[in-house]
């Protein structure tokens, strides 16, 4: 399954680069929106396919990852923002001005975690618990495998890398 998953990937690379040749002058697209929408197209082929969802999950499940993934974007946004202003200041911080800080990062990280199993009980009420487990992990590897198609196909096979030596056991007989 990783297979298909990883060729719509490389498939969906290769059109992106193709699309990015063709933009037309004037188009009110960046390149950066076209190549957000040809992820995002490649994301959703990827979930749809690991998980196996259904047409009648991929209606319920979609509306619900992307309003879970807007949460996060805004926690996320803010935990940056504290993060911009405390090196911008840093300096001219009181001890107080830190405490005040390092607990909104904390809090914003709380919530991050709160959010996550807020939204991992609703997956799980729609997909199972076992596929629900599967997507915590899928937004990780998803973007493994899209950077590592894009390595492949720039570099080559192994992003221009000598591939590893075959793993040998202790024992292997030469």
């Known amino acids: 399954m990783k297979k298909i998953a990883l060729g719509l990937l490389i498939l969906g690379s290769s059109f992106t680069t193709i699309v990015y040749a063709q ?20 994301k959703v082929a990827y979930f749809n396919s690991e998980l196996k969802l259904t047409e009648e999950e991929q209606a319920k499940f979609w509306p619900l990852y992307n309003e879970c993934e807007t949460k996060l974007k805004e926690l996320r946004k803010s935990s940056r923002e ?64 899209l950077l590592d198609a894009l390595k492949d196909e720039h570099h080559g096979p192994g992003g221009g890398h000598p591939p590893h030596p075959p793993h040998q056991k202790p024992n292997d007989e030469r």
């Open 23 to 42: 933009t037309e002058p004037g188009s009110d697209k960046t390149k950066k929106d076209e190549r957000d929408d040809k992820v995002d197209k490649l």
């Open 82 to 145: 504290i993060k911009k202003y405390v090196d911008e200041n840093f300096e001219t911080m009181t001890g107080e001005d830190a405490k005040k800080k390092m607990n909104e990062i904390f809090d914003n990280e709380a919530k991050e975690v709160a959010l996550k199993k807020e939204y991992a009980a609703k997956f799980s009420a729609l997909i199972g618990d076992k596929r629900a487990l599967k997507l915590l992990s899928l937004e990780h590897e998803f973007k493994k495998d």
